[in-house]
């Protein structure tokens, strides 16, 4: 540790800037000129208040006799003014560019003109120095040309964005006539008004190669809804999901690499950051402005994220060796900051009020305008800080960003409270966390079922069947088996955990409705017309009442698809049904002349039309899904239903019965002009269209051809579900797709009646794999996003409630720490805890993969790299410290720890033991067990005191004692217990049920 670093600056940005170099070992003293209140508690730091900035002869001066290593520039002034020029010449390393590098930022202008001259993908636009012909220019352009902006550097406030021409003509005689931002306004560019979302990408740079840093988005405005009027920036999150990974490396390519390299042709070689504000717009990533510094307020929440050494990063761009570094970023963790800015701001600016509630322990508080006044820190400037938040997903990090500032107070302290929600959607669809297979349903354990039982199938095959497994019914061909009859399909299906709905909901007239529509309409995609249908009923004992509501489901169902409900089966099993439950099974048949059987697939080519029919909502598969998003959420099906048209319940809703198709196809399918039909099931989109596809063609679909229910936009934002498993899994709006060629296009639409139709894709042409890829939905991800804002706030809602910080000491296969993990990700246990850090003595254990799935940090610190017990503890405490553990969980941990790390953790430090304790302490508690020749044993929670197993009993849970147990079986069976109890007692220590006086007894509140 030896290198003297200059910082020069002080907002926000060089607060986080000294904030990440302070972490560097190479680095000794970071003197920061002039810095503020909150820059100087940072380690390392020493404020140089007296250092003339702009006098870059000075800079120099106080640099070679203070043995500066590294300049660091923040703001862009100074690099405009050529400080870099000054230092280089003098021999000192600065990481900026020089003052010709600068005019990316500081001329608009030339800008501009560079981006044109080396097509760079920016606005359209035109320069002026008179107002008049500036103004003829916005009334008279082929484009919106409401853009506004003063050439020159203007502090961040020279852009102006209009409403309409009037206000456009009105920005140009302010800056042009009135010269309200000085020189700076000398000359006005006149831009393009772009539509799209804001993206910023910076980049590292040392002249040759570019490294980009996570994508983030700024937000400018004022107030909530991106409205009032525009600021340095009230708040930003990274990374930013709106721009995508083919939409970074085109980015990277064509416009940060380009604008290095063609600067560098120019012999203005560019050294630091380079920023890219973007506007993503139809036609790909295009260039609002450049700037030749971190941004700010860009720069609070990137840095966190960053895992390489600052300084090594700055040193190797300033030595032209950025090639042969690897930059690392924190995975799956988001960062959103929320500015706290002043009163009046951002007309005006309030100083000298005193700022209470700062040292929050879950947010980092990087400072933009403070000061100490009697031994206070105060407001001194418009934007006073910045609360900055980080978690494994988005929505959690916005809510925490967002509460820190509700904590610390000032005087007429303000802060936007939507920060982040607009890339809250989109983060969900491009790596949400919940599953179907996490909910119980694996659809690739069904897929290998299948195959499996073929073989076995294969060996009952008798004359007359046609086809095999996967279709959507049964065939028969009545002729082929001796009889001159049509073909009869056969179909059978039931409703799945819709069931557990109605009979929660006491609703059970309608759930007949989806048992019919989900056999007819599998027959259907054979072109079958259904000609009779037969139902099973079980229950543990038959209430008369609603088993009749059932069959007039069925009853109605049967009735709206044309078919004869001819028989059915009662069945009464009081030692397999719960009492209340019942379960429904159907059965139908249908007929189809041979000659109009579907699918055709042989008969399907590229530029067929996809006709798709809306479905009336998640219909009657994905209910696994659907309960366990209302139970992450804590919410019951008698909630309202946010999405609602008519203020019905969450249950209400998702009863809404399954749409029957018979009648509306009927005739357009007689009429042979369908080539295929796919009822869109379990599986969703991309699974059950492939299976009506032949060898070698695809389906494209485009979102914004039919109606996406907002159903699924809820379910996609509270349960944080990705877009492809939203669409293997839900119908998403479509209940039937049709393929029919081109010609027959307008034929068949006019034969469909009584449902919304629309086309809505085409056939193609694709390699010849048979997976999910047969099945592309263009602009799902925009529709969704759109879909989805409405919701974000209330999803916002949930992660406000404050939950203990757990970090959680592990040394093998992690089956407690799952426990743990399944019970704090369940709100509907109200445990009260988050699990925020996993710490393993081991590497490569199974435990670290089942926190790395459910996107939990992990540190592996080995014991064997200490020299003593004590030592390795205190590394495991400064590990805990550091991610602001509030209790700690021992999960299968096998070491010992010392009597000074459990002082230091007394009351927060909890166990799960295999035995009832006091009995049978220690290791092999099991063996001790079947020893000791007792019958029954258990688990136990407690305290974890000096002595072994030693604590204050939190709960226990009994196990019996089998005849001819040996210790592995009774281990598993005490497993299970512990699963339970765990959970249990981290509740009432989390929740501040129970609490550890100093005799260390338990204190149990009312």
Not at 26 to 49: C, D, R, S
Not at 579 to 594: I, N, R, S, W
């Amino acid at each position: 540790m030896s290198a003297n670093v200059l910082v020069i600056g002080s907002g926000g940005r060089e607060h986080a800037i000294c904030w990440k170099l302070s972490q560097s070992p190479e680095v000794q003293t970071l003197f920061v000129a002039p810095g503020n209140a909150g820059i100087a508690e940072v380690n390392k730091v020493q404020l140089v208040i007296d250092l003339k900035v702009n006098d870059n002869d000075a800079v120099v001066s106080w640099c070679k006799s203070h043995c500066i290593d590294l300049v660091v520039v923040g703001p862009e002034d100074p690099l405009a003014r050529g400080i870099t020029d000054t230092l280089q010449k003098a021999g000192l390393n600065c990481f900026g560019p020089g003052s010709r590098g600068a005019r990316i930022e500081a001329d608009k202008n030339w800008a501009k003109s560079f981006m044109q001259k080396h097509d760079i993908p920016t606005a359209r636009w035109k320069a002026f120095t008179d107002a008049q012909a500036a103004k003829k220019f916005i009334r008279e352009a082929p484009f919106r040309a409401l853009v506004v902006k003063a050439s020159g550097l203007a502090a961040g406030k020279g852009v102006i964005v209009a409403n309409n021409q009037e206000e456009a003509c009105k920005a140009v005689d302010d800056i042009l006539s009135n010269k309200c931002f000085g020189e700076a306004g000398h000359t006005v560019v006149v831009e393009e008004l772009l539509e799209g979302e804001e993206v910023s990408v910076l980049a590292f740079t040392d002249g040759k190669t570019v490294q980009p840093m996570l994508p983030s988005q700024d937000h400018k405005r004022h107030l909530d809804g991106d409205k009032g009027l525009n600021t340095g920036g009230m708040g930003a999150y990274c990374p930013c999901h709106l721009l995508s990974d083919s939409e970074l490396a085109c980015v990277t390519k064509n416009i940060l690499q380009r604008t290095v390299d063609e600067l560098a042709k120019e012999n203005c070689p560019f050294v630091g950051v380079l920023y890219a504000g973007l506007m993503v717009t139809k036609e790909g990533p295009k260039v609002l402005e450049f700037n030749c510094r971190f941004g700010d307020p860009e720069t609070q929440v990137i840095l966190p994220l960053l895992n390489t050494d600052l300084y090594h990063i700055m040193q190797a761009c300033c030595a032209g060796t950025l090639q042969k570094l690897q930059i690392e970023w924190q995975k799956e963790t988001y960062a959103v900051g929320v500015v706290m800015a002043s009163k009046g701001y951002p007309q005006s600016s309030s100083k000298g009020d005193v700022i209470t509630g700062l040292n929050l322990p879950k947010c980092i508080t990087f400072h933009s305008g403070t000061a100490i006044k009697n031994n206070a820190m105060v407001t001194n400037g418009g934007r006073v800080l910045i609360a900055v938040a980080l978690a494994s997903d988005l929505a959690m990090a916005a809510a925490q960003a967002t509460k820190a500032c509700s904590q610390i107070s000032f005087p007429g302290a303000q802060y936007r409270s939507d920060i982040a929600h607009k890339g809250i959607a989109r983060s969900m669809l491009y790596q949400g966390l919940l599953t179907y297979k996490q909910s119980g349903v694996d659809i690739t354990a069904g897929d290998e079922f299948v195959k499996r039982i073929k073989p076995l199938v294969a060996q009952t095959h008798r004359v007359g069947e046609i086809g095999g497994l996967g279709g959507f019914g049964a065939l028969f061909d009545v002729a082929a088996a001796g009889y001159r009859d049509p073909i009869l399909v056969s179909g059978t299906d039931g409703v799945g955990t819709k069931l557990k709905i109605a009979q929660e909901m006491n609703i059970h007239n309608t759930i007949g409705i989806d048992l019919v529509a989900m056999c007819v309409n599998d027959i259907l995609a054979h072109g079958a017309e259904p000609l009779f249908f037969l139902d099973y009923f079980a229950s543990s004992h038959l209430d008369v009442d609603v088993a009749a509501q059932v069959v007039a489901g069925i009853a109605e169902g049967c009735r709206q698809a044309g078919c004869g409900l001819v028989g059915g089966e009662t069945a009464e099993m009081p030692g397999l049904y719960a009492p209340g439950d019942y379960d429904l099974a159907g059965f139908t048949v249908g007929a189809v002349e041979k000659t109009k059987m579907l699918p055709r697939t042989q008969n399907i080519v590229a530029g067929d039309v996809v006709i798709g029919l809306s479905s009336s909502g998640v219909h009657s598969n994905g209910f696994s899904l659907v309960r366990k998003v209302l139970e992450k959420r804590g919410l019951k099906f008698h909630d309202s239903a946010p999405f609602s048209c008519s203020g019905k319940s969450l249950g209400e809703e998702f009863l809404t019965p399954t749409k029957i198709y018979v009648k509306s196809l009927l005739k357009v399918l007689q009429s042979g002009r369908v080539k295929a039909l796919a009822h869109i099931t379990g599986g969703g989109l991309t699974e059950n269209i492939p299976r009506v596809l032949p060898p070698g063609l695809a389906v494209r679909l485009n979102a914004q051809k039919w109606n996406v229910l907002p159903v699924f936009a809820w379910l996609a934002t509270m349960g944080g579900i990705s877009e492809s498993e939203l669409l293997r899994t839900f119908n998403c709006g479509l209940g039937v797709i049709l393929i029919v060629s081109a010609e027959h296009q307008s034929e068949v639409l006019a034969n469909i009646t009584e449902d919304s139709v629309s086309v809505v894709g085409c056939v193609e042409q694709c390699g010849s794999e048979r997976d999910t890829s047969l099945v592309v939905v263009d602009n799902f991800v925009s529709v969704m996003e759109a879909a989805m804002k409405p919701y974000v706030p209330s999803l916002v809602k949930y992660h406000v409630p404050d939950r203990k910080r757990v970090g959680v000491l592990i040394s093998g296969s992690g089956t407690n720490l799952q426990a743990l993990i399944d019970a704090t990700n369940d709100l509907n246990q109200g445990i009260g805890a988050e699990i925020v850090l996993v710490i393993s003595n081991k590497a490569g254990v199974a435990g670290i993969t089942r926190a790395e799935n459910a996107r939990i940090p992990t540190k592996v610190i080995k014991h064997g790299d200490f020299p003593s017990r004590l030592e390795f503890d205190m590394a495991l405490h400064a590990a805990l410290t550091n991610a602001n553990i509030d209790i700690v969980c021992l999960a299968g941990f096998m070491r010992v720890l010392t009597a000074e790390f459990v002082k230091l953790w007394k009351g927060r430090l909890i166990n799960i033991h295999p035995s009832l304790l006091p009995s049978f302490k220690g290791t092999h508690a099991h063996r001790q067990v079947l020893e000791a020749g007792v019958r029954v044993t258990g688990c136990t929670a407690h305290f974890v005191e000096a002595d072994i197993d030693a604590g204050a009993i939190l709960a226990q849970e009994t196990v019996p004692v089998e005849i001819g147990d040996t210790e592995e079986i009774l281990q598993e069976r005490v497993k299970v217990a512990e699963h339970r109890v765990f959970p249990q007692a981290l509740k009432l220590v989390a929740t501040g049920t129970v609490q550890l006086n100093q005799e260390g007894k338990l204190v149990w509140q009312k």
